[in-house]
């Protein structure tokens, strides 16, 4: 088992910056790939970045890329996805996700373990 639980979400302006944080625990954090998932009301749970279980390879949404950055650090047991440029389509509930291998993927059942979210407002 594999517990993660994420922090930093809150309501930005526009063009402004986030930083979210997934704490994890229980089994190896350094033996799973890590991703970072969103839901906005009403619609699907969507990709949004992952990255494998060194950090040395990452995987993003088209919606994202340059804008986002996911990084880990496995001596603190911790994945953060830096936004910057935020947009008011950005707003959503952010998951962390812990994945069933080593490398990055982007679907859902990739992914064994979820945290309980964090809510992003980005405001126009």
């Known amino acids: 088992q594999v517990q993660l639980v994420e922090s930093g979400g809150g309501l930005v302006q526009a063009g402004g910056s986030l930083r979210l944080s997934c704490a994890a625990s229980g089994r190896t954090f350094s033996s799973h790939a890590m991703g970072w998932f969103r839901q906005a009301p009403g619609k699907e749970r969507d990709f949004v970045a992952a990255i494998n279980w060194t950090g040395g390879s990452t995987f993003y949404a088209g919606s994202v890329k340059g804008r986002f950055t996911i990084s880990r650090d496995n001596a603190k047991d911790t994945v953060y996805l830096q936004m910057n440029s935020l947009r008011p389509e950005d707003t959503a509930v952010y998951y962390c996700?812990?994945?069933?291998?080593?490398?990055?993927?982007?679907?859902?059942?990739?992914?064994?373990?979820w945290g309980q979210g964090t809510q992003v407002t980005v405001s126009s």
């Open positions: 996700a812990a994945g069933r291998g080593v490398e990055a993927r982007n679907f859902l059942y990739d992914y064994d373990y």
